[in-house]
């Protein structure tokens, strides 16, 4: 005799369900056991190489800054050559580091006040390459870079420099003495244009410069040429 018809209640097919999930779940972690082993060794690997990078990267800061701060002690102290030495240290072992940017630049200043301008050359244009994200630094680089270049004989591109200088940040204090010396350097090149338009920029954008009396000689002086 058959039996009636039982209804599965909604409980019984949930559970139902779950077993039937639990089987295959269980069927796949079997199945590809070698796979899920590597990806969380995988895993592992890149949070454990992500911790190290992150702490290895701190430690190379703090090593960086130190060895600064003892290049730019011994620099105070008149150690010329421990300072070149140090600053060198720093730029090949740390390179990257912002302190090491740092150091590129006081190299090349060095090697500026030394009137050494093959080698201040160099380390300007590293600076400016490889780090440049100091707007007082940058704009410094591209000075010393072209005082190197007028007493190279190359005034043109000294003047773009200075100009270079002037545009990193037209708020800075030293801008109107960027363009000022731009334009002197473009008036010994007898580019009158551009001493105009420099020499008019700062009288209309640096109104309480020293540089604006200056620019209004120079404007004078365009004049009396043209």
Same mark, same amino acid.
């Given at each position: 005799m058959l039996k009636p018809y039982k209804r599965i209640s909604k409980k019984e097919l949930k559970e139902d369900k779950f077993v039937t999930f639990t089987i295959k779940a269980k069927d796949y972690l079997e199945s590809n056991a070698r796979t899920i082993m590597w990806a969380v060794i995988a895993v592992v690997v890149v949070i454990f190489l992500a911790s190290f990078y992150v702490r290895s990267k701190?430690?190379?800061?703090?090593?960086?800054?130190? /060895?600064?701060? +003892?290049? /730019?002690?011994?620099?105070?102290?008149? #150690?010329?050559?421990?300072t070149e030495q140090?600053?060198?240290?720093?730029?090949?072992?740390y390179d990257g580091v912002s302190a090491a940017g740092e150091g590129c630049f006081f190299l090349? #200043? *060095?090697?500026?006040?030394?009137?050494?301008?093959?080698?201040?050359?160099?380390?300007?244009?590293?600076? /400016?390459?490889? *780090?440049?994200?100091?707007?007082?630094?940058?704009?410094?680089?591209?000075?010393?870079?072209?005082?190197? /270049?007028?007493?190279?004989?190359?005034? +043109?591109?000294?003047?773009?420099? *200075?100009e270079k200088a002037a545009r990193v940040n037209k708020k800075s204090p030293q801008a109107p003495s960027y363009l000022y010396s731009a334009?002197?350097?473009?008036?010994?090149?007898?580019?009158?244009?551009?001493?105009?338009?420099?020499?008019? &920029?700062?009288?209309?954008?640096? &109104?309480?410069?020293? *540089?604006? +009396?200056?620019?209004?000689?120079?404007?004078?002086?365009?004049?009396?040429?043209?």
């Open positions: 701190k430690q190379a800061n703090i090593a960086a800054n130190e /060895l600064l701060g +003892r290049a /730019l002690f011994t620099l105070n102290q008149g #150690k010329e050559s421990e140090q600053l060198k240290e720093l730029i090949d072992n090349a #200043k *060095y090697y500026w006040q030394k009137d050494d301008c093959a080698n201040a050359k160099i380390y300007f244009t590293k600076y /400016l390459d490889d *780090y440049g994200n100091d707007d007082l630094l940058a704009a410094a680089s591209h000075a010393g870079y072209a005082d190197c /270049l007028l007493k190279d004989g190359n005034s +043109r591109e000294a003047a773009e420099n *200075y334009a002197k350097t473009y008036l010994e090149l007898d580019d009158l244009s551009k001493v105009k338009e420099l020499a008019s &920029e700062i009288i209309e954008n640096y &109104e309480e410069s020293e *540089y604006k +009396r200056r620019a209004e000689i120079l404007l004078n002086t365009v004049k009396y040429k043209s």
